[in-house]
């Protein structure tokens, strides 16, 4: 059994060090560097809370350790999507704290493969109905957590990625943008329904070829976005679906010789902190995934030790994080600044 001597001489810091960080007494224990190094090594050691050491400084948890599975509804996604592997963290930090142990990420094609299944689960992203009969049948709780406004009949923790949109809509025509591209996925994404609606009730251009389908990564928003600059894709702002997307349209605009936000505003879903340090700066819909994890938690084990029976439904807002890539639009010299309604 791993200790926490063995977590620190992996992590390279003092065992004090660990101790405070695992506590979780104090935010400021360590680094997010350090942080980070720390909770890698109690995922590769496997490591658990030595309960016989902690009952000599506080008393004994009300629940035992147990493990909790995590499940991966789009798993080709998730280790690309920064928001997806944020939330995770959190909630194995969560948990760990509270004396569980998230198992690590399982797709649902390996639900077959498994040795053993737990009672609980935590369903990351959007699932269909197949798949959710699956999960039904392999586990006694269950909760989804994601942007996705879905009818599961399960515990569920939602940051709604329609409300977000349309905010960032809002935003965009306030600063009098009317040709507005939306990039990211459309089959069955309530991000792209926000937009259709939002385009329709701020009456802005209603274009087909404003559209822009690739999935929520930074390679397939590259050749997304150059594929539709290439065939003339006239816009004055583009909406990312996800923040990720962001590092491919700073290259392919970059390309086409035309600058964020001069000639064309930019705002993204998410705010992954890694957009921070990008030139420009991203205006992103900030998701607070410290929130969305935490009470992911405490809802599943409110719902693990029957203290609650309905499913419950928790719905998170977000919020406008105001940068440098937007700014207002006065037309193009020369140009028609087009709208369906002209």
Request: charged residues 25%; aromatic residues 6%.
């Amino acid at each position: 059994m791993s200790t926490m001597k063995d977590v620190a001489n992996l992590a390279g810091v003092s065992i004090s060090t660990v101790s405070r960080v695992l506590s979780g007494d104090n935010p400021s224990a360590a680094s997010k560097k350090t942080t980070a190094r720390i909770w890698d090594a109690v995922r590769t050691l496997e490591y658990s809370i030595n309960e016989t050491a902690s009952n000599l400084r506080k008393p004994k948890p009300v629940i035992d350790e147990k493990v909790i599975d995590c499940i991966l509804a789009r798993e080709l996604l998730f280790f690309s999507d920064p928001f997806l592997s944020s939330l995770r963290h959190v909630i194995e930090e969560c948990l760990f704290k509270k004396g569980y142990r998230l198992r690590g990420q399982i797709g649902v094609s390996e639900l077959n493969n498994l040795d053993s299944i737990g009672d609980a689960a935590i369903i990351l992203g959007r699932v269909d109905s197949n798949v959710l009969k699956v999960l039904k049948k392999s586990y006694k709780h269950l909760i989804y957590t994601g942007l996705q406004e879905m009818d599961l009949n399960i515990d569920s923790v939602i940051c709604r990625g329609y409300d977000s949109v349309c905010a960032a809509m809002d935003y965009l025509a306030s600063l009098g943008h009317k040709r507005i591209c939306y990039l990211g996925e459309t089959s069955r994404e309530e991000r792209y329904v926000a937009y259709l609606d939002m385009v329709k009730k701020l009456r802005l251009a209603d274009d087909k070829s404003l559209v822009v389908d690739v999935l929520f990564t930074p390679g397939d928003s590259y050749s997304g976005l150059k594929k539709a600059l290439s065939k003339g894709l006239d816009c004055s702002a583009i909406i990312c679906a996800n923040d990720a997307s962001y590092f491919g349209v700073l290259k392919a605009v970059k390309e086409f010789h035309k600058s964020i936000p001069e000639d064309i505003s930019v705002i993204g879903i998410n705010d992954m902190e890694d957009i921070r340090y990008l030139d420009p700066m991203l205006t992103s819909m900030s998701i607070p995934v410290e929130d969305m994890g935490n009470l992911v938690v405490q809802l599943l084990i409110s719902r693990i030790n029957q203290l609650h029976s309905v499913p419950a439904k928790v719905y998170i807002p977000s919020r406008l994080t105001v940068r440098d890539s937007c700014i207002e639009f006065r037309g193009r010299s020369g140009k028609h600044a087009p709208s369906n309604t002209d």
